[in-house]
């Protein structure tokens, strides 16, 4: 078992940042892959960022270049830092895990993670 629970949403103009947390827990915390999800209303959850040993991080275009995903194994704690927001970036973010082997690109597919945090809404004003 991997629980999960985000923390660090909230409201924000575009063009400023938010920092957002995964606390995880579970005895397979230090063997899973760590993803970041975001789902609008209305829309489909779509793939945000990923991070595994081996390859390290990857990100949706949309994001890359101002979102940064890193993991603290000490603490068991994934953050994903937002810059230069805009309001396309509204969504209901989620943390996700799975303990499964997979091949990289399967890293952007929601439906590879065993395990989600409960989400944190991002909001982007104006």
């Known amino acids: 078992q991997v629980l999960l629970v985000e923390s660090g949403g909230g409201v924000v103009q575009a063009g400023g940042s938010l920092r957002l947390s995964c606390a995880a827990s579970?005895?397979?915390?230090?063997?899973?892959?760590m993803g970041w999800f975001r789902q609008a209303p209305g829309k489909e959850r779509e793939f945000v960022a990923a991070i595994r040993d081996t390859t390290g991080v990857f990100y949706a275009d949309s994001v890359k270049g101002r979102f940064s995903m890193s993991r603290d194994y000490k603490n068991s704690i994934v953050t994903l830092q937002m810059n230069s927001l805009n309001v396309e970036d509204t969504a209901v973010y989620y943390c996700?895990?799975?303990?499964?082997?997979?091949?990289?690109?399967?890293?952007?597919?929601?439906?590879?993670?065993?395990?989600w945090g409960q989400g944190t809404q991002v909001t982007v004003s104006s």
């Open positions: 579970g005895r397979s915390f230090s063997s899973s892959v």
């Open positions: 996700a895990a799975t303990e499964r082997r997979i091949i990289n690109s399967a890293l952007r597919t929601s439906t590879s993670y065993k395990y």
